[in-house]
Each structure stands twice: as C-alpha cells, then as structure tokens.
T-cell receptor, first 111, second 114 residues
C-alpha cells in the first residue's frame, strides 16, 4: 500500500501570504490528487496531475515523480482559502480505483 | 446540475440499530465509493463498485454492507456489527481520464450513534 505523508499538519497564515503544502508518497504512481475540504465537510477535487505543474487561479500544484513529492501552493492567500487540503495517490498494486489519502493540512488564513 | 447527493446531512441512531446512508449520482459514472473519515485520520475506503451489480471490499468493510442495483445509486448500510460507527461518511463516483481515475465527492453524512 502506498504511504502518504503531508506537511505541515496545521498552517496559519495572514491574508496575502504565499502558502506551500507538501506531500510525499512511497510508491510510484500514475497521478496524484489534491483535494480541498471545507468546514462543512464536502470535498472538492482541485488537481489531478501526473507530471510537471498545473495552475488554476491562485492555486499551483507541482509534482516531482522521481522524488515522489508534490507541493500545493496558494498565492495571495485569502480567508476563504481556509480549509483542509488533502493529498491522495493510487494504492500500489496497479488499481487506480483505490486511493490512499493523507491526513490533511488544516490551513487557516486570517484577515 | 450534475452531482452527487447524500442524505441526510446529519443522522442520529441508537446503538444496535442498522442505518442506511443514501448516495445518488447523476454524472453517469460507472464507479462509486464509500469512505469513512475520522478526526485526525485520512479517508478510508469502505466499499467500492466499478459497475452495477458488482462491488468490492475496501480497507474497513467489516460491519458495513452495500448494494449496487442501479448505476446512479450506491447505498451503504451501517450494521450493528460495526463497533464504532460514529463518523463522517463520504460517497464518491469516478471517471477514467487520461491520467488515471478522477473522483468526485458528495457532501457527506455525519452519523452519530448514541
């Protein structure tokens, strides 16, 4: 089974700061997922990436397949970015249907 | 609007009772999933179904049962055999894309067993 480690567990920032959340995994993968969970509990898929970098608005996700590491960056952070950010990768064994999830990073952005 | 609905958002049950959580999707996705989320832990897979009338156990299937009689529906029953059923339950569905399998999540049901 793939092991996923996220850091930091908790992150507090001031509005406008640049945020970085890290994710490491143990087994080679086809693609990595970044998810956002708001206080109400619903989860939204932010990115699914298999190489390089993706950008959506103020969010940027990068992945280094050789180092088995991904980062999620938020530029010009805003209080509405406050959420839990979760990294997920396919389990080892070839099935992309089963994912292993990190424990999440709780981000709080203060005004 | 296409999406995944879970009802109810909050559910309370007495210990020893079975309870069924609803999950419906109108995204025309073949695969559906049930996850459990506990404080401080990552999501854990309970059951998943890649196609109608077929489903597989996930990592923590004991005390749970599912059915997949229709493509759009994947109800989860939490039985009295589940030792610690109080948790947040998330349903998801997925499509196959170039990079792999992309999952979409419902809003979740918070189950409290008293």
């Amino acid at each position: 089974k793939n092991e996923v480690e996220q850091s930091p567990q908790n992150l507090t920032a001031q509005e406008g700061e640049f945020i970085t959340i890290n994710c490491s995994y143990s087994v080679g993968i086809s693609a990595l997922h970044w998810l956002q969970q708001h206080p109400g509990g619903g989860i939204v898929s932010l990115f699914m990436l298999s190489s390089g970098k993706k950008k959506h608005g103020r969010l940027i996700a990068t992945i280094n397949i050789q180092e088995k590491h991904s980062s999620l960056h938020i530029t010009a952070s805003h209080p509405r970015d406050s959420a839990v950010y979760i990294c997920a990768v396919p389990n080892s064994g070839g099935s992309n249907y089963k994912l292993t999830f990190g424990k999440g990073t709780l981000l709080t952005v203060n005004p | 609007d296409g999406g995944i609905t879970q009802s109810p958002k909050y559910l309370f049950r007495k210990e020893g009772q079975n309870v069924t959580l609803s999950c419906e999707q109108n995204l025309n996705h073949d695969a559906m999933y049930w996850y459990r989320q506990d404080p401080g832990q990552g999501l854990r897979l309970i059951y998943y179904s890649q196609i109608v009338n077929d489903f597989q156990k996930g990592d923590i299937a004991e005390g749970y049962s599912v059915s997949r009689e229709k493509k759009e529906s994947f109800p989860l029953t939490v039985t009295s055999a589940q030792k610690n059923p109080t948790a947040f339950y998330l349903c998801a569905s997925s499509i196959v894309v170039l990079a792999g399998v992309e999952q979409f999540f419902g809003p979740g049901t918070r189950l409290t067993v008293l």
